[in-house]
């Protein structure tokens, strides 16, 4: 049992976003001191030892993709989409958080959001990149991808339009796009502090390349600011455009389980629901093994839990309604669908998802239980699987059994199914180790003004 | 502590952000262009043939009409490419002792086939039939280009898909009446779109566009 | 396992050690079978490697092409595609030119393809001098333009890499002037008398070589010819003798019956004349209105077929006792008597019967009652009584002389010959096409026994079981090689010519070999067929010219039909003691097993045809197999479940078999098809399925009682393309998959009262309703607008389509593990589903192509447009354009598109580059793939047409699917013509769309079922 989340068990909710007795120079120190403080520990060195294995483990899976097709995975017809669409549609959802909670908390002036945006931004750029990897590899000919994209062309053909794989190519790029811009430019002034406080020389250089000549002049600071605003202003409205493109991939299709117009809101909403869970599966053994109790606080993860909370219960609204709207419809395709769903030969999953996703997180309604760090951990590693499972109901349940029953088929993932699946996870632990050893995992800048305040006020506004 | 970046660095991190945009647009550029470079289409490009054969001697000098040598124009999706029995006809006759025509001979003495190199080269997912362009007014000349001037034959449009969709959307502009198709000089006349409507209706010239009709 | 001759054979060792052990064991030893023969330890494992059956292992298996693979993929990955430069290519021509060629348009050649003593007529297309699609000869009468699977696939076998190409004599290469030689020397040794020579050849029906073999008889007196067809019509031959005295060959006229009765025969997809017993049964179906009167058909049989599934009224029985039904449906029709037969046995009741036999009297002269080949001659007997009882003789049915020159029956001939070899009389062999050693009767030890003669001579397609026994192996030509001539199932002879020289110098035909024992030996295959004909026929030299060009034209030689006969048939014939039938049998415990000609491989000649064993069969959609296919409640009688592998043990002898349980088979009997377990056929036939003929012996060829079915604990894995049923291990059936099919009116069936009194029954309400409803503006088709009907009371579920595309369209096969990954690649399918109890349910075919959608879901989806509509309303798939997203596929309520998962298209073997149709693309890797209502042939019709400046004619463009029909079921045309076909089957009552309230507008719709059954009949 952590002491800590003991201790203010009762009222985590107004603990502090930083623990009193915190400088300007303590938390920076503190922040700082991780990159370019006491070198690469055992433990980091042993984490990130097996995060490359799973990455050589992708290597060698997208290799052997390459060389002998699609076939190497379990689709077939009539379930032409697997692993990599679940996947994708995973890891998208994941990459929500980052960008909801450092673009829409602050247009909303969360103070809360400070301590973790830049490692929850950080999150969504490497989810981004699994998830993003995944449409290029399920198509059966990767090496056109490029026929997606609008370009003269000697064939004098655009791409189709009507077909929502063609928004996909948009939004997941745009968003990749933003988010990536908004996390560097937000780290500009971390990256002069790390410059200007490295001992070494390389090291100086490097971060000096990247701070791009920050100079910390007011006119910085306000081109900074203005910089920040933009960008917020420009991501918000992708966090909702995003998700909800992917789920026209499904939405717009004819497919039973699949044809439904309350994908996009319920799509948004389990994207956020995940993303929150992933940051906490991330944020807690992080602020354990750097001693960063006081700065990420109880408070941030109770607030966490309670959006986790809010997501939660939206999307189990979204089941309820898919449900009902099957029976109301008198579709007897959609009833057969759902039928097929909760007593099929897929049964036993959609049950684990419902319990994943709906029935346990409920647990959060009690405060012991958000204030309790262990539990809220396996609580929020539950979500990340329910969610998994939510993307392969959708997928591989809808289409095993559709319209015409001659067709009919089961879907068996392979080894490469799996291979590919864990191997993007090695990649985005990779990327992420490589981040929390280099590059500074909170934003010092907006802990020294939280600092300011918390001086000024010892609570926040 | 010394800085380690002179302050003209600034400029480099400056140019570096507008820099990026630019260097992938003039990528694309170059790419594009090379795909339109002869090097890369053959376009004008005369090929090695073991025979130096001459259209502009036989189709123009000497005025041989073209299905002399390419029978099956007007009733197959290929042109055909002579026989050497066809060369012989002449050939048997006058140069025989040429050596220039001493593959033509051996040729016909060895019953082994002359291996020409193909010129004009379309991608086997394409279904090109000369007989209905043939028979719908549209020339040899307008795809082969001033043949009767070539002493070695050579490439004259880019084949791609756009030189033929190029065509297919508007007729009007390359159609010429029947009897010109197979006349190597046929000059396009000044009033060439009215004329092209007109026929496009006689000959019932529809501007097929979709898929099938060449991909199948 | 390679059997390529052209390497010394990899098998000699083991041979020697078969050959050694035969010196010593001598005649006396009796042997199981060849396998027991020999301990040694390289034969075992000979047998392990030829028979991996254990594992579900397929030959055609992916890895075997991952060099290409790898190759293709790195390629296609060094250059993205569009920064490749195009490779140069050469121009070949002609150096002098052949009159009648054009190059790149198909030429069309008619010739004859012989089965089992039966010839179908064909139109074999050849594109610049090479055979690549096979049609159906008009001008024939068993085809009218019909084909079947077997026809469709031959083609392939022409170019099947696995054919054996030289002369072969001890296992090492040798040539044809060599066996010349070899020849002679027979001719020599056997010269006066030939008292040692023996020529086995399959059933014969071809004059020529007939006249060829009498003539080495008359010159050498003592030498014997002995026929033996495995799936040849001994019991009909036996039938016909046992009820006129002579071996008559009997002729249907199903267009004429109205009433018929099958005792086990499945007249619609095997046997002589299957193909136009087809057209002409599916005649008397077409509904056009309410007041068209349908016949009605029987079915008695035991395992269920395709001529089962049209049946309006089908008991399963075992084949043992049929006769019992036959000779109890006999005595209700006052023939014979009954001889004892109980009142009620094999589950029909005698009111049943009693029905059956009230329905043929009502309709005297237009009934039929029709024998299964596989029935015993009793049976066949029975059936010519009780038509010549009906007067339908010279009505529905008639008798004309044998269509074999020599009809002799196969099983008892082939007996003379093994006991002549066992007693070491035969001193030369001469074995003309077949494969005894794999198919001869088990009891004959045919192999042992052929190891006696001094010179054994093998001439066949492959260096198969029998090739790799004797010294001499002659490849034989394939038929569209070779000359020659055949009767069809009417007597009306074909002519047999060549598309194509001989692919490999070494092959040559029945007739060329033959000649080398007679007297001119040399002559050319040509020369000896025209030769034949010009002693024949009365024309002479200009006249006869003439005659040869005209018959060579139209595939037959005009009027040579056989002339009806007059036979009285006896009825006094004594039913055979018979063992196969005590009335008790069904309660009784004891097990039968019926052996049946394969519908996809038949009786195994077939085998290396990847087309072929890749084909779903009807009704259990297998593929790549074999397998014991036995009753549900039997099955849980003998506590087996599907997939179990079991000893199948019958008096003595064992093989191995899966078991499949099927519904709406007889209780108490497991059927086995035949040509499985192939040990030497070749990289796509050594291995698949289970060897019946371990446990087929002479005295009960095609069933027998007294089988032991014994577990052992392995399981099987077979290749289905569709679980109509699944069955649980307690051997129950949830026809989940059957019952939702009815439920979405996929299968739109009436009564014939139901659909005299609601003509309309099979529109769907919710259809009219969606109309319109969509987004996108709609398409208008001026000019043509292409559609398709397929008419569900007409398709016998042959799957000739199925063949007839694969070969049209360059459908690649992909192999058993594919096919079990849900990856078969046929653009049609023949969908099946059953209606009723496991026992005996209804079964209905339902053939689907791509639907062609007006509002096509497929379209809107694809991110690149390689999917698209044209003007004429077809759905393009445009293969070069698609990056493979298998979007479309998703989106497809009908799931008609194929994906290349790998690269399934065999782009090493030369050989096969052959049969490819030049006019479709060979796909490659990771595309998407579908039917495109053959727009290469639509194309070629409207270019043709366009140059003559005419619209398309109706019935100009013939779809591959609907040519091979044999049921005229699948009509294609112009719907925007009211005129057309299509348009008027489209405008009839029963016509309905598939899940139309999805308002996809298929172009492709189906004509309702209508059965007719016997109101006197309440089951």
Same mark, same amino acid.
């Given at each position: ?16 976003v ?10 920076t ?50 379930i ?36 973790i ?16 990897m ?15 994209m ?108 699949w ?27 992080i ?48 009833r ?32 012991r239980?958000?204030?309790?760090v ?8 539950i979500?990340?699987v ?24 089961t ?22 180790y ?28 | 502590m ?36 002869p ?10 043939q ?22 099956? @124009? ?6 055909? &490419?002579p026989?050497?029995?066809? !060369?012989? %006809? $002449? =050939?048997? #006759? *006058? ?12 040729s ?9 190199t ?7 997912? @394409? ?6 362009? &043939?028979?719908?007014?549209?020339? !040899?000349? %307008? $795809? =082969?280009? #001033? *043949? ?38 046929? &000059? ?9 409507r ?19 | ?98 009159e ?176 136009r ?8 179906r ?48 006052g ?29 005297r ?181 003439d ?13 040579t ?59 259990t ?6 397998a ?16 179990d ?67 052992t604990?392995?399981q ?62 709609g ?35 992909v ?50 447009g390689a ?19 298998r ?12 994906f ?22 060979v ?27 005419r ?27 009211p ?5 008027k089957?489209k ?6 769309s ?26």
């Amino acid at each position: 049992m952590d002491p800590e989340g003991s201790q203010n068990i009762n009222e985590a909710s107004q603990a502090p976003v930083l623990e009193p007795g915190h400088t300007l120079s303590s938390v920076t120190e503190k922040i700082s001191s991780i990159v370019l403080g006491r070198g690469t520990t055992k433990g980091w060195m042993f984490g990130f030892a097996i995060a490359f294995a799973l990455l050589m483990l992708l290597n060698v899976a997208v290799t052997y993709l390459l060389v002998k097709g699609v076939g190497i995975w379990g689709i077939r017809i009539p379930i032409a989409w697997g692993f990599a669409i679940v996947n994708f549609v995973w890891w998208i959802g994941i990459g929500h958080a980052g960008t909801l909670i450092s673009a829409i908390l602050l247009l909303l002036h969360q103070k809360w959001r400070t301590s973790i945006n830049r490692f929850a931004e950080a999150m969504t750029i490497f989810a981004v990149a699994c998830a993003g990897m995944f449409p290029l590899l399920h198509m059966g000919r990767p090496w056109l991808f490029f026929y997606l994209m609008p370009y003269p062309n000697a064939m004098w053909l655009w791409p189709q339009f009507r077909s929502p794989l063609v928004w996909d190519v948009f939004a997941v790029s745009t968003y990749a796009t933003v988010s990536l811009l908004f996390w560097f430019v937000g780290m500009v002034p971390d990256l002069a502090t790390l410059r200007d406080r490295a001992k070494n020389r390389a090291a100086r250089i490097i971060y000096g390349v990247l701070a791009m000549g920050w100079r910390g002049s007011a006119v910085h600071w306000s081109r900074y600011e203005t910089a920040s605003l933009l960008l917020a202003g420009l991501a918000t409205p992708l966090v909702v455009s995003v998700h909800t493109v992917v789920s026209f991939d499904f939405s717009v299709a004819i497919v039973p389980g699949w044809h439904s117009t309350i994908f996009p809101p319920y799509f948004v909403a389990g994207a956020i629901y995940s993303g929150f869970a992933m940051v906490i599966t991330l944020a807690i053994p992080i602020r354990k093994f750097y001693h960063l109790e006081d700065l990420v606080t109880m408070r941030h993860l109770d607030n966490m839990a309670k959006v986790m909370l809010a997501t939660g219960v939206i999307v189990a609204y979204g089941y309820m309604m898919e449900t009902f709207i099957a029976f109301y419809s008198g579709n007897q395709y959609d009833r057969y669908m759902i039928m097929n769903r909760m007593t099929g030969p897929y049964a036993f999953f959609y049950w684990l998802l419902i319990a994943c996703n709906i029935v346990i997180p409920q647990v959060l309604w009690s405060r012991r239980v958000r204030n309790s760090v262990p539990i809220l951990f396996v609580v929020a590693l539950i979500v990340n699987v329910g969610m998994w499972l939510e993307r392969f109901v959708i997928v591989v349940v809808s289409l095993h059994r559709d319209y015409i029953p001659s067709a009919w088929g089961t879907y068996m993932p392979t080894r490469w199914d799996w291979a590919t699946y864990v191997g993007t996870i090695g990649l985005f632990l990779t990327l992420f180790y490589l981040f929390i050893r280099f590059l500074p995992m909170i934003s010092i800048v907006e802990m020294r003004s939280l600092v300011e305040e918390t001086n000024e006020e010892g609570q926040p506004k | 502590m010394s800085q380690i970046f002179h302050t003209s660095t600034n400029v480099l991190s400056r140019l570096s952000i507008y820099g990026g945009v630019f260097i992938v647009a003039l990528l694309g550029a170059v790419l594009y262009g090379v795909e339109l470079s002869p090097w890369y289409t053959d376009v004008h490009v005369s090929r090695e043939q073991p025979v130096p054969f001459s259209h502009k001697h036989h189709a123009g000098e000497l005025g041989i009409d073209c299905r002399y040598c390419h029978t099956s @124009v007007e009733k197959s999706a290929f042109a055909g &490419v002579p026989p050497t029995q066809t !060369c012989m %006809t $002449c =050939h048997s #006759q *006058i140069w025989t002792n040429s050596a220039m025509l001493e593959p033509v001979r051996s040729s016909y003495r060895t019953d082994k086939s002359i291996s020409w190199t193909r010129v004009n080269a379309l991608p086997d997912f @394409v279904y090109f039939d000369h007989s209905i362009h &043939v028979s719908k007014g549209i020339g !040899c000349t %307008t $795809c =082969h280009g #001033q *043949i009767a001037e070539m002493p070695l034959t050579y490439r004259e449009g880019t084949l791609y898909m756009s030189w033929c969709l190029n065509c297919h959307r508007q007729p009007e502009k390359y159609v010429r009446p029947k009897s010109q198709v197979f006349n190597p000089n046929y &000059v396009v006349p000044s009033n060439q779109m009215e004329l092209g409507r007109q026929l496009v209706k006689e000959y019932k010239i529809q501007s097929l566009q979709n898929c099938s009709v060449c991909h199948r | 396992m390679s059997s390529n001759p052209n390497t010394p054979d990899p098998n000699s060792i083991d041979l020697a050690a078969v050959r050694a052990k035969l010196a010593q064991a001598g005649q006396k030893h009796f042997w199981q079978s060849l396998e027991e023969l020999s301990e040694t330890k390289e034969y075992r494992e000979f047998l392990e490697h030829e028979f991996p059956h254990d594992t579900a292992k397929n030959p055609e298996g992916i890895d075997r092409r991952d060099v290409l693979k790898l190759a293709a993929a790195s390629a296609a990955l060094a250059g993205l595609s569009a920064c490749t430069k195009l490779p140069t290519e050469k121009i070949v021509p002609y150096v002098r030119p052949p009159e009648e060629i054009i190059p790149g348009r198909p030429l069309f050649y008619a010739t004859s393809m012989q089965l089992a003593g039966a010839a179908a007529g064909l139109l074999v297309e050849s594109n610049m001098g090479r055979p690549t699609k096979i049609e159906g000869n008009p001008e024939h009468p068993g085809s009218l333009g019909g084909t079947d699977v077997f026809t469709q696939a031959s083609v392939l076998t022409l170019y099947d890499p696995d054919r054996s190409q030289t002369v072969i004599h001890e296992g090492r290469i040798s040539d044809w002037s060599t066996f010349g030689v070899a020849m002679a020397d027979v001719r020599g040794q056997q010269s006066p008398k030939g008292s040692g020579l023996r020529i086995l050849t399959e059933t014969v029906t071809s004059p020529s070589l007939t006249a060829q073999i009498r003539a080495i008889i008359t010159q050498f007196p003592q030498a014997k010819w002995h026929q033996y067809e495995q799936c040849g019509r001994d019991n009909v031959r036996a039938g016909a003798k046992l009820a006129f005295g002579k071996p008559v060959n009997p002729v249907y006229k199903f267009d004429k019956a109205d009433v018929i009765v099958s005792l086990d025969a499945d007249f619609l997809t095997t046997g002589a004349g299957h193909v136009r017993y087809a057209r002409d049964f599916s005649s008397r179906r077409s509904m056009e209105s309410p007041s068209s009167n349908p016949n009605r058909l029987y079915v008695v049989e035991c395992m269920p077929t395709s001529t089962g599934a049209m049946a309006d009224h089908r008991k399963p029985v075992r084949a043992s006792e049929v006769p019992e039904f036959a000779a109890r449906l006999a005595s209700e029709l006052g023939i014979g008597s009954a001889n004892g037969a109980s009142a009620t046995a094999q589950g029909i009741s005698a009111e049943w019967t009693r029905a059956v036999a009230k329905d043929l009297q009502q309709h005297r002269g237009s009934s039929l009652v029709i024998a299964g080949d596989e029935q015993p001659a009793y049976v066949h007997a029975l059936a010519h009584a009780m038509n010549a009882a009906l007067g339908n003789v010279g009505k529905t049915v008639y008798y004309t002389d044998p269509l074999d020159a020599d009809p002799v029956d196969g099983i008892e001939s082939l007996g003379t010959l093994v006991n002549d070899m066992k007693a070491g009389k035969v001193d030369a062999l001469l074995i003309l096409g077949g494969n005894p050693v794999y198919d001869a009767p088990a009891d004959f030890d045919f192999g042992p026994a052929l190891l006696n003669v001094k010179l054994r001579i093998h001439s066949g397609l492959y260096y198969d079981e029998t090739g790799e026994l004797c010294q001499w192996h002659v490849p034989a030509t394939h038929y569209l090689e070779s000359w020659g001539d055949a009767r069809a199932y009417d007597g009306t002879i074909g002519i047999i010519q060549p598309l194509i020289a001989p692919l490999y110098e070494g092959c040559h035909s029945a007739y060329e070999i033959t000649a080398l024992l007679g007297s001119d030996p040399g002559k050319s295959n040509h020369d000896i067929v025209r030769d034949y004909w010009a002693g024949q026929r009365p024309e002479k030299e200009k006249a006869f010219e003439d005659f040869w060009e005209r018959s060579l034209h139209d595939g037959i030689i005009a009027g040579t039909a056989l002339p009806a006969i007059s036979v009285s048939a006896r009825s006094d014939f004594a039913k055979p003691a018979a063992p196969q039938a005590p009335a008790t049998a069904a309660s009784s415990p004891d097990l039968e097993i019926s052996f049946r000609p394969d519908p996809a491989i038949f009786d195994g000649r077939f085998a290396n045809n990847g087309w072929l064993q890749e084909l779903p069969k009807p009704n259990t959609r297998l593929t790549w197999d074999n397998a014991a296919m036995i009753g549900a409640a039997t099955a849980q009688h003998l506590n087996v479940t599907a997939g179990d592998y079991v000893k199948l043990q019958l008096n003595g002898r064992e093989t191995k078999a899966g078991i499949m349980i099927v519904p709406g088979h007889a209780e108490n009997s497991i059927t086995l098809h035949l040509g499985y377990g192939r040990r030497r056929a070749g990289k796509v036939g050594t291995g698949p399925g289970f060897n019946a003929n371990f446990i087929r012996t002479s005295a009960s060829p095609w069933s027998a009682t007294g089988l032991r079915v014994e577990k052992t604990g392995k399981q099987y894995y077979f290749a289905v393309t569709q679980h109509q049923y699944i069955i649980d291990h307690q051997g129950r059936g949830s026809e989940e998959a059957s019952d939702a099919a009815f439920h979405r009116d996929l299968i739109q069936v009436a009564t014939l009262e139901e659909f005299r009194a609601n003509p309309n029954f099979a529109r769907d309400p919710n259809e009219e309703a969606t109309r319109g409803l969509t987004l996108y503006p709609g398409f208008k088709y001026e000019g043509y607008a292409w559609g398709m009907s397929i008419d569900l009371n007409k398709c016998v579920g042959c799957n000739a389509c199925v063949v007839a595309c694969q070969s049209e369209n360059n459908i690649a096969v992909v192999g058993k593990e594919q096919v079990m990954a849900g990856r078969a690649m046929h653009w049609i399918r023949v969908d099946t589903y059953f209606r009723g109890g496991l026992e005996n349910p209804e079964m209905y075919y339902e053939p689907m192509p791509c639907m062609q959608c007006e509002n096509a879901p497929c379209e809107v989806v694809c991110p690149v447009g390689a999917t698209t509509h044209s003007p004429e309303g077809l759905n393009e798939m445009t293969y070069n354009r698609c990056v493979g997203t298998r979007y479309c596929s998703n989106n497809c309520p009908y799931k008609v598109r194929r994906f290349n998962f790998f690269l399934f298209s065999d782009w090493q073997t030369p050989s096969l580059y052959g049969v490819r149709n030049p006019n479709v693309t060979v796909r490659s890797r990771g595309v998407m793939e579908k039917c495109t209502y053959c727009v290469q042939r639509i194309n070629a019709a409207k270019i043709r047409s366009e140059e003559e400046n005419r619209p398309v004619h109706d019935g100009e463009i013939v779809t591959a699917c609907q040519g091979a029909c044999p049921a005229d079921a699948i009509v294609f045309g112009n719907i925007n013509d009211p005129n057309s076909r299509v348009a008027k089957l489209k405008a009839q009552s029963r016509n309905y769309s598939l899940v139309g309230e999805l308002n996809t507008k298929p172009r492709t719709t189906y004509l309702a079922r209508v059965r007719n059954p016997n109101p006197e009949i309440h089951e």
